[in-house]
T-cell receptor
Framework: NAGVTQTPKFQVLKTGQSMTLQCAQD?????MYWYRQDPGMGLRLIYY???????DKGEVPNGYNVSRLNKREFSLRLESAAPSQTSVYFC?????????????FGPGTRLTVL | GNSVTQMEGPVTLSEEAFLTINCTYT??????LFWYVQYPGEGLQLLLK?????DKGSNKGFEATYRKETTSFHLEKGSVQVSDSAVYFC??????????FGTGTRLTVIP
């Protein structure tokens, strides 16, 4: 099992460019999440998908869109990148939305917006 | 609302020293509590968790006890190794499994 995979690992964008971060999990999990990690701030939830076909906003959704393509895949899109979106992005998945359930994280995508 | 406060770092210890990283939380009701670890260049992985008051989570020599009376979930290890050098995150989950993270504590263990 690969667990949670993310592509790309690194990306540099210019202000105003768009891109999509890809995430896939092979654990047959129902729920998937996108976080961003900034220095001194821990991880913050951008969007989540409780199950296939549903998505909801997290704590910091502005400037992002998501698509739950199928049960395995959950993508994050930046339509017009801004320097404030320079961050490390992590995708995660869990079996369900129960508060006791463990979330499994991918290796991250380091994004720099110039 | 939900929030987690953890000890500011960085923390530098000699090998075999005792480790404590403090974590306190604010939440309504009864959250689940987690410690995640992030090794250099990697994603987060679960270290241990506790889902109800007085539960003790343990893994790889690390322990933490869910203390509802003090709203705390401090991480401890009796004898750290160089391989424990990483960033440690305390987190809580309440209701619908949205995780709320502390800011992270960087631990460096020197031989």
């Amino acid at each position: 099992n690969a667990g949670v995979t993310q592509t790309p690992k690194f990306q540099v964008l210019k202000t105003g460019q768009s891109m999509t971060l890809q995430c896939a999990q092979d654990m047959n999990h129902n729920s998937m999440y996108w976080y961003r990690q900034d220095p001194g701030m821990g991880l913050r939830l951008i969007y989540y998908s409780a199950s296939e076909g549903t998505t909801d906003k997290g704590e910091v959704p502005n400037g992002y869109n998501v698509s739950r393509l199928n049960k395995r895949e959950f993508s994050l899109r930046l339509e017009s990148a801004a320097p404030s979106q320079t961050s490390v992005y992590f995708c995660a998945s869990s079996g369900n939305r129960d508060s006791t359930d463990t979330q499994y994280f991918g290796p991250g995508t380091r994004l720099t917006v110039l | 609302g939900n929030s987690v406060t953890q000890m500011e770092g960085p923390v530098t210890l000699s090998e075999e020293a005792f480790l404590t990283i403090n974590c306190t939380y604010t939440a309504t009701g009864y959250p689940s509590l987690f410690w995640y670890v992030q090794y250099p260049g990697e994603g987060l992985q679960l270290l241990l968790k506790a889902t109800k008051a007085d539960d003790k989570g343990s893994n790889k020599g690390f322990e933490a006890t869910y203390r509802k009376e003090t709203t705390s979930f401090h991480l401890e290890k009796g004898s750290v190794q160089v391989s424990d050098s990483a960033v440690y995150f305390c987190a809580l989950s309440h209701g619908a499994n949205n995780l709320f993270f502390g800011t992270g504590t960087r631990l460096t263990v020197i031989p």
